[in-house]
Nanobody
Framework: QFQLEESGGGSVQAGESLKLSCTFSYPYPNWCVGWYRQVQGEEREGVATLSSIGTVSYSDSVKGRFTVSQENGKKTFYLQMNDLKPEDSAMYYC????????????????????WGKGTQVTVFS
């Protein structure tokens, strides 16, 4: 049974860091994994993606502060979030799709087939 499990959310002060992790069991040789976030009442926003061939993409709002990576040889990947800002506060979702990442995977939530339950990140000013 396919699963996505997130962990690592919490509450921090502005300027601090958090690291989210996601473990997934995926039978396909190609995949795109990533993170989306959503503030209640607003649209979901793509944050970062990582492809099975190693390419990464970030939204402009997090570029230079967030880093997505994969644990070697394992289907666990991370979102290191540095210099957090109050506007980063949201529910963060681990997401994946059975194709290599394209620009559309970061831009459109509908391109991601599977979603985790989410983990809350709150940043206080």
């Amino acid at each position: 049974q396919f699963q996505l499990e997130e962990s690592g959310g919490g509450s921090v002060q502005a300027g601090e860091s958090l690291k989210l992790s996601c473990t997934f069991s995926y039978p396909y040789p190609n995949w795109c994994v990533g993170w989306y976030r959503q503030v209640q009442g607003e649209e979901r926003e793509g944050v970062a993606t990582l492809s099975s061939i190693g390419t990464v993409s970030y939204s402009d709002s997090v570029k230079g502060r967030f880093t997505v990576s994969q644990e070697n040889g394992k289907k666990t990947f991370y979102l290191q979030m540095n210099d957090l800002k109050p506007e980063d506060s949201a529910m963060y979702y681990c997401v994946t799709d059975s194709h290599r990442c394209r620009d559309e995977h970061l831009a459109f939530a509908a391109f991601m087939d599977y979603w985790g339950k989410g983990t809350q990140v709150t940043v206080f000013s």
